[in-house]
C-alpha cells in the first residue's frame, strides 16, 4: 500500500504561479496530477515515469510542468500563468505495475490516490 499526501495548494490571482507537492510512501512507477472541478468530471492534466518522461494535457501545455524526485519520492507540478479556470482540487494518482503507457488520462489507470489539494484562483 501506497499513500500519497499533497500540498502546495492555496488562493492565487490570475497569473499567478504555484507549486504542489506529493509525498509518496513508497515505491512509485508512473505517477500523475488530476484535478476536478466543482460539477466537472475529474481530469487527467499530466504524467510522468521514472525516467522523467512526460505528458501533458492540452489544457495546460506550456503553463503546468510536472517532475518527479526519486530519492525523495516526490511529485511536483508546477503551474504558471494560473487562470480562474484552473481552480480545482487537485489530486495526484500512482501505480506500481508499469511506467505510463496507455490511457494515462484515465482513473481506471492509477491504483492509489491522495486526498487532494485545493487551488483557487481569483480574477
Known amino acids: 500500500q501506497v499513500q500519497l499526501v499533497e500540498s502546495g495548494g492555496g488562493s492565487v490571482q490570475s497569473g499567478g504561479s504555484l507549486r504542489l507537492s506529493c509525498a509518496a510512501s513508497g515505491y512509485t512507477n508512473c505517477m500523475g496530477w488530476f484535478r476536478q472541478a466543482p460539477g466537472k468530471e475529474r481530469e487527467g492534466i499530466a504524467t510522468?515515469?521514472?525516467?522523467?518522461?512526460?505528458r501533458h494535457a492540452d489544457s495546460v501545455k506550456g503553463r503546468f510542468t510536472v517532475s518527479r524526485d526519486n530519492a525523495m519520492n516526490t511529485l511536483y507540478l508546477q503551474m504558471n500563468s494560473l487562470k480562474p479556470d484552473d481552480t480545482a482540487m487537485y489530486y495526484c494518482a500512482a501505480r506500481i505495475w508499469s511506467g505510463c503507457s496507455g490511457s494515462w488520462w484515465a482513473d481506471r489507470s492509477y491504483q492509489y490516490w491522495g486526498q487532494g489539494t485545493q487551488v483557487t484562483v481569483s480574477v
Open positions: 510522468i515515469d521514472r525516467l522523467s518522461s512526460t
